[in-house]
């Protein structure tokens, strides 16, 4: 038995209610549960019972044997000393709180399919626990989780982004660009990209937002492309030998260091995915008029974002991949797929974020009807669930799946997940063959 289970029970009332009774065999009628708690104290705060029609309202506190609340230590924690109800499944002794006043205890009864049915979903080896029951959930109560779970995944972004924000001392450009800099790295990439954002900062790119080649020596320089020896066949290139001369006077000019240039990547990538074209790229947005930050909080659709973030590497770059080694000419443009990425996980999450943090409900709003817009991703994760039967229409329940597969699924918190509480507490096997295309 699993004392989360019991949780289960407690708040969704799937309990005998006749099995609650006191010392002197008088029923306990639960008015309200209580709130669930997960940080230290109580299990459920402020629940309301009636026993021989006195009502009475405090704590819950709940344990598999109510020996356990003192191997826990609660019997010596002030904490709990307004609990008014010890729910266990088995009542072995009788337990006092700090102030040596015993607790009411009681055992609760349920049906044992239910736990049947919790442990075959927690133990079930495939990635989705519920796939052969899932599509006979129903479709509002799918659409509704998926919605939540959209705005959990968001929030949680929302955490990381702030810490960013804090430590850029409050500067919305600044948190942009490092967030921006970090998706450009396609995950391989991902961590000498945040070490350059960081070792480059935004205010000195903007002071040269008017010439790119300068920029390019920065992002370069500062990445450490172009330390002596990395790439050997580029000493006679006039291209690189020039953001070496760039580099040099900025370097200076603003005291940089640059970070390791080994820490790039390059194998098991696409080249045109090489991170020498990608800071190409980011050089070409960073060097946007009117400023990038202020640009993507004014679009108003998905369009329009594309065209400001579907840029294209440098000249030199459509028949180079690296430096000092020619290739078969074509064009480096931030392809369909990867600007979709970068509008999913970067840039609409900011502008959710900079409403959020503004109260403007309707930027929230927009940055949730942009994701709508978007065509759905394509990764195993989503594969599974199309699988299972959930097909998704847009980005908008690409990003909540994989929210309810990394946070739910992958951790198993079947009791957590509506759909793995709505499975556990139906009476049979929900199955049938429509499947559930969810539109936003």
Sequence with gaps: MKEEF??????????????????????ITVISPGEYNRDSG?????????????EWAG???????????????????????NVILHVVAEKDIKVFNANNEE??????RFNPELYRKYINLVNNPCAIACRDEIEGTDIFLLRSWLNSLLIERLQMK???????????????DETFYRVLSRYFGFRVNTEPFEMLATALPFRIIRKHADNRLQIEALLFGSAGMLEEGLFKNALSDKYYTGLIREYKVLSAKYSLRPIHGWLWKFCRLRPVNFPTVRLSQLAALLSTAGGLFSRTLVAYNVSQLKDLFGVAASSYWENHYIFGKESKRS???TGHQATDILLINAVIPMIFIYGRMHDDRKLCDRALNLLAEIDPEKNSVIRDWTLAGVVPESAFYTQALIQLTDEYCRKRRCLDCRIGSSVISSGKLLKNNDQLTLEP
């Design 6 to 27: 019991l949780h289960y029970l407690w708040k969704y009332s799937l309990y005998e209610p006749s099995s609650l009774i006191d010392e002197d065999g008088n029923p």
């Design 42 to 54: 109580p299990d459920f705060f402020n629940a309301r019972i009636v026993i021989a029609g006195t």
């Design 59 to 81: 704590n819950v506190e709940i344990h598999i044997r109510s020996s356990h609340f003192n191997v826990h230590g609660h019997d010596n924690d002030h904490a709990f000393d």
């Design 103 to 108: 607790l009411l205890t009681t055992e609760i």
């Design 158 to 172: 929302s955490e990381a982004v702030m810490k960013i924000w804090t430590a850029t001392g409050n500067d919305w």
């Design 331 to 333: 064009g480096k443009h």
